[in-house]
């Protein structure tokens, strides 16, 4: 039973590229949100998303940003013409109905780091 | 904007030795998880507490919600080497639904 997949596991881009992060929930979760992570701090809400709905997107910066979760295939963060500081680690998350309930954890991937020069 | 503020950021303590840490805010939380994430992977959920008050237990890991559910406490008991690692609370909001607010996550390294 495969945990959730990100790819890639490392990015690089040089400013005014476009990123795009994909993730695959586990199977059978519905439910997929995206976290950003700086260097030596906590992670940051982005984006929930059920399947071709996003849901919450009060994290994401209204420039630039963007994500989908297409009723086939992983969902995909975009970041558009990057800038330095948009380098951190994204992470996705998934769950199979809710999550942050005692029913239904919250399953991370391994993140996909994303380096600006 | 709801908030967690962990503490210690850093603990750097001898294999044997009991720790504590903390999360603390001024919201209530419906739920709040406690996760353990390694370098270059993502956060591991370790446990869901919901009730104020409650108790949970996972080998030498204690955890506690306080009865406000406001703040959580992690007590490790015989640290080993094997616990190092950064421990990140997060709480599920009563009007936040399915968004999780993370602390800033403590650095616990245990020395053998």
């Known amino acids: 039973n495969a945990g959730v997949m990100q790819n890639p596991r490392h990015l690089v881009r040089r400013r005014g590229q476009e990123a795009r992060l994909r993730c695959s929930p586990m199977k059978g979760h519905s439910h997929v949100y995206w976290y950003r992570q700086l260097p030596e701090e906590g992670l940051k809400f982005m984006v929930y998303?059920?399947?071709?709905?996003?849901?919450?997107e009060s994290g994401m910066p209204k420039e630039r940003f963007s994500a989908e979760f297409p009723k086939e295939g992983p969902s995909i963060l975009r970041i558009q013409q990057v800038v330095r500081g948009d380098s951190a680690a994204y992470f996705c998350a998934s769950s199979p109905f809710v999550g942050g309930q005692d029913n239904s954890p919250l399953h991370f991937g391994n993140g996909t780091r994303l380096t600006v020069t | 904007t709801q908030l967690l503020e962990q503490s210690p950021q850093f603990l750097s303590i001898q294999e044997g030795e009991n720790l504590t840490v903390y999360c603390n805010s001024s919201s209530v939380f419906s739920s709040l998880q406690w996760y353990r994430q390694e370098p270059g992977e993502g956060p591991v959920l370790l446990v869901t507490?919901?009730?104020?008050?409650e108790v949970k237990k996972l080998k030498r890991l204690t955890f506690q919600f306080g009865d406000a559910r406001k703040d959580s406490s992690l007590h490790i008991t015989a640290a080993q080497p094997g616990d190092t690692g950064l421990y990140l609370c997060?709480?599920?909001?009563?009007?936040?639904?399915?968004?999780?607010?993370f602390g800033e996550g403590t650095q616990l390294t245990v020395n053998p």
């Open positions: 507490v919901v009730t104020g008050g």
């Open positions: 997060a709480g599920a909001g009563e009007t936040s639904g399915s968004r999780l607010t």
């Open positions: 998303l059920q399947k071709e709905n996003i849901i919450d």
